[in-house]
């Protein structure tokens, strides 16, 4: 950057290359072509893919702390074993999602780092708490169902490394929703207490939930980008909408109330929903939700303990493979 | 409001079936206390599976019991409303999980044992004995191998990781003798053929442990003092407080469908 002066026209002459191998590369993502970890591709896309991929990744492991909060709890084996097995996919969907972000160049190590160090982000949802089991019920349905509405178009990404992950995850989601859902329908066809214990749940998820499609369109930074590039198909706003009107029908046959006494059903059949309360999206996102404190504590804690066995596993790799290169020499 | 415990008619069979579904619920539980909280994704991941592959056995377990039983217990009633002095688990396998070394040395003398202790039940004259024994033996198999490669880890990794894996070693070594314990019951199941003597197992069980200790540059202890108690519901004051989480839901919202 310094020494600009010195070398203009070898810029100019990168300038023209970058320029034609950036139309290339778009030409490329309008015909729907999927893009390679060794294709060329501009420093912008890799940065938001790299962003993004790490933050879903985040997302998965942070998230296997509110739902892991009941494993030891489950109500029956059957239970216990369903929500182990769930948030192991979880771990899975974070391995398979670093791997994806580490084909642009960054690695697991440096990614985790970032967000350890509170510098990268993760879902805001997974900063609530779950009191109840019916909690573990309503993140299957509403959170895991609010992810698939925002997942199922990255199955189109023109990234092919996330866009094949995300065929994976979603499946996976897809049967958590059900799991979820199915959770629900079991309290709210149990005793008063159940169901009131499934109310009480929704009523403090929902808000949040709608809240993880992110900012109204207005304010989003990232769409025009990640639209150009066919990362993002579809807006926030809309996602969110496509979202209330699946799951409106769905509380209705459980027999639960949404906590928006001033939503209606537009001539079109689509659910209108009230202000969202955005103060609380950013105050969460600043780090003052209920649990980031703990969240991120709890992963720093899994790391400084876990950091021995790291070292241990790494010192005897490597003094195997000085053996088996002493051997081979022999 | 209290829920009383349920009672169980403990035959000889009864017992022999709930013994080792309590070994399998317990290790499977402190196993899960795990996930989310790994010193690596991938340990995440395997200390999950250990726990699921766990948790199904006792299910299947618990299922027998119920029904050589006859009364009307079931897998959850016999989890979650049987109080300390009814659990007949192994010591070992409540221990705390400690750091990662007392975990693993934890999971490796129990899957050596269940390893052999498996294969050998698949010859039971009990046809549902030997199916369980026949998918379990699987599944230990695999347990056993993911031990052994990280007491050869640890034991030959670090300075500290040594250390701690050998103090996890010292310190759990006195629960491994309730393994191979006979009682009355259970040598007239030995005896029909239903059961096999554990006893048999011990040479071949220390046999792995010598190999696979010695390959980590450890050492086994020399005392052999061993503590009893699990299998007649005389346990260590951990398991009180693993039983108050596990059946926390079920004590307080008793006879509800989940």
């Known amino acids: 950057m310094y020494t600009q002066a010195l070398n203009t026209a070898e810029t100019d002459d990168r300038g023209l290359e970058e320029a034609g191998r950036a139309a290339q590369f778009q030409a490329r993502i309008d015909a729907e072509e999927r893009i390679e970890p060794n294709d060329w591709m501009p420093a912008a896309y890799r940065k938001t893919l790299t962003r993004q991929i790490s933050q879903h990744a985040h997302s998965e492991i942070v998230g296997m702390l509110p739902e892991g909060n009941w494993i030891t709890r489950a109500p029956t084996l059957r239970r216990k074993a369903a929500l182990l097995a769930k948030v192991q996919d979880e771990c899975g969907h974070g391995l398979y999602l670093y791997a994806a972000a580490e084909t642009l160049g960054t690695s697991r190590e440096e990614l985790v780092d970032a967000m350890l160090a509170g510098k990268a982000k993760y879902s805001s949802i997974f900063n609530y708490p779950t009191l109840t089991w019916a909690d573990i019920g309503t993140i299957g349905w509403l959170v895991d169902g609010a992810a698939i509405m925002n997942q199922i178009p990255l199955c189109r990404c023109s990234y092919g490394p996330y866009a094949r992950a995300m065929i994976r995850v979603c499946k996976e989601e897809s049967f958590h929703q059900r799991q979820g859902y199915e959770i629900m329908l079991t309290l709210c066809r149990g005793s008063d207490e159940q169901k009131a214990m499934a109310q009480d749940a929704l009523n403090r998820w929902w808000w949040p939930v709608l809240m993880m499609f992110g900012p109204p369109d207005a304010t989003s930074q990232h769409s025009d980008t990640s639209t150009k590039w066919k990362i993002k198909r579809f807006s926030n706003d809309e996602l969110r909408q496509k979202f209330v009107d699946a799951t409106v029908p769905q509380a209705q046959y459980l027999g639960l109330a949404i906590p928006d006494p001033g939503m209606t059903q537009d001539a079109e059949g689509h659910w209108r929903y009230s202000e969202i309360d955005w103060t609380e999206f950013k105050q969460v996102l600043a780090g003052n939700g209920p649990c980031n404190r703990d969240r991120l504590a709890a992963r720093r804690r899994s790391h400084d303990e876990g950091a021995w066995v790291r070292e241990a596993a790494a010192s005897y790799a490597a003094k195997r493979a000085q053996r088996q290169t002493a051997q081979a020499a022999e | ?258």
């Open chain 2, 1 to 258: 409001m209290l829920v009383a415990n349920i009672q169980v008619a403990e035959t000889p069979l009864v017992l022999y079936a709930l013994r080792r579904a309590d070994d399998a619920l317990i290790l499977g539980h402190r196993l899960s206390e795990w996930c989310g909280h790994a010193p690596m994704l991938e340990e995440d991941m395997a200390l999950s599976n250990i726990a699921l592959d766990l948790i199904g056995q006792a299910r299947e377990l618990y299922t027998y019991a119920a029904k050589a039983e006859g009364k009307d217990n079931d897998e959850d009633k016999l989890a979650y409303l049987r109080d300390v002095r009814q659990y007949r688990n192994l010591l070992l396998v409540e221990q705390p999980n400690g750091d990662f070394a007392q975990t693993l040395v934890r999971q490796f003398f129990y899957s050596a044992f269940a390893d052999l202790y498996w294969r050998a039940m698949m010859a039971s004259r009990d046809p549902t004995l030997a199916a369980i024994a026949a998918k379990s033996e699987k599944e230990s198999a695999y347990h056993l191998r993911h031990a052994s490669e990280w007491i050869i880890r640890l034991g030959d990794g670090t300075g500290e990781s040594h250390a701690r894996v050998q103090a996890a070693i010292d310190h759990l070594w006195a629960f491994t003798g309730e393994m191979f314990a006979v009682d009355d019951g259970e040598r007239a199941l030995i005896h029909a053929g239903i059961a096999i003597d554990p006893g048999s197992l011990r040479g071949r069980w220390l046999t792995t442990l010598s190999d696979v200790i010695s390959e980590a540059t450890l050492t086994l202890p020399q005392n052999d003092w061993m503590q009893q108690g699990g299998r007649s519901g005389r346990h260590s004051e951990h398991l009180g407080h693993l039983l108050s989480e596990l059946q926390s839901m079920q004590r307080t919202f008793p006879g509800q469908t989940w």
